[in-house]
C-alpha cells in the first residue's frame, strides 16, 4: 500500500484546513487508516481513525469537535477536515492503513505510511 498525503500549510488560529490521503496498491487490504500527529520533541500522537468499509470513526480527546475524518472509497481517498485550529495543533500529520480488523489509537499498529504533511497554526 503507497499513501500520498497533500493539504498542509500555514494557517492562523482559528482557521481550517483540510488534508488528503491517497492510497493505492493493495487497499482492499485494508481496514482502517487514520491521521497521527507528531510535533518537534514529542512523542507521535493518535488523531483519528475511520474503518475503510463501515466508516466508524475515532478521535482523539484533544481534537474531537473540531477535526472530522472521512473518505471517499471511490478515490481510495481519506481526507482530515481541521477547523478551529490551534497553535498546538502544530505538527507533522502522518496518514498510516493497517490491515488488522481492530482499531487502535498505537502508531506502531499501522503498518503503511505517508511521507508526513506539515501543518503549522500561528497565533
Known amino acids: 500500500v503507497q499513501l500520498v498525503e497533500s493539504g498542509g500549510g500555514l494557517v492562523q488560529a482559528g482557521g481550517s484546513l483540510r488534508l488528503s490521503c491517497a492510497a493505492s496498491?493493495?487497499?482492499?487490504?485494508?481496514?482502517?487508516m487514520g491521521w497521527f500527529r507528531q510535533a518537534p520533541g514529542k512523542e507521535r500522537e493518535f488523531v483519528a481513525a475511520?474503518?475503510?468499509?463501515?466508516?466508524?470513526?475515532y478521535y482523539a480527546d484533544s481534537v474531537k469537535g473540531r477535526f472530522t475524518i472521512s473518505r471517499d472509497n471511490a478515490k481510495n481517498t481519506v481526507y482530515l477536515q481541521m477547523n478551529s485550529l490551534h497553535p498546538e495543533d502544530t505538527a507533522v500529520y502522518y496518514c498510516?492503513?493497517?490491515?488488522?480488523?481492530?482499531?487502535?489509537?498505537?502508531?506502531?499498529?499501522?503498518?503503511?505510511w505517508g511521507q508526513g504533511s506539515q501543518v503549522t497554526v500561528s497565533s
Open positions: 498510516p492503513a493497517k490491515e488488522s480488523p481492530l482499531p487502535t489509537v498505537r502508531w506502531t499498529a499501522y503498518g503503511y
Open positions: 496498491g493493495r487497499t482492499f487490504s485494508i481496514y482502517y
Open positions: 475511520i474503518n475503510w468499509s463501515v466508516g466508524l470513526t
